[in-house]
């Protein structure tokens, strides 16, 4: 089991930052990738940004150049800097925690998520 605690949220004006922060706890040594998704209203659920265990990234079209993801040292926490923001990008941020568990099968947890809003 993983637990996941996201913060860092809130309002800001259309070309600000903000900087979410993930804590996991539990199982963290099972972790095999981090990342952030996002849901805008009455919208699906999309990917954000992911980072592997050995560090690769990926990052969806609409937030390349502007975030960026990474780690800190004791790999239970996962970051999301935002830069330059848009309407847009209005949503509830969730971090997710994925375990592999063989080549077809995952566990994906999912924190409570946290709201990030961009005013024009």
């Known amino acids: 089991q993983v637990q996941l605690v996201e913060s860092g949220g809130g309002l800001v004006q259309s070309g600000g930052s903000l900087k979410l922060s993930c804590a996991a706890s539990?199982?963290?040594?099972?972790?095999?990738?981090m990342g952030w998704y996002r849901q805008a209203p009455g919208k699906e659920r999309d990917l954000v940004a992911t980072?592997?265990?050995?560090?690769?990234?990926n990052y969806a079209d609409a937030v390349k150049g502007r975030f960026s993801i990474s780690r800190g040292n004791a790999k239970n926490m996962v970051y999301l800097q935002m830069n330059s923001l848009k309407p847009e990008d209005t949503a509830v941020y969730y971090c997710?925690?994925?375990?592999?568990?063989?080549?077809?099968?995952?566990?994906?947890?999912w924190g409570q998520g946290t709201q990030v809003t961009v005013s024009s």
């Open positions: 980072i592997t265990s050995d560090g690769s990234t």
């Open positions: 997710n925690a994925r375990i592999i568990r063989d080549r077809w099968v995952y566990v994906d947890y």
């Open positions: 539990g199982s963290i040594s099972s972790i095999n990738a």
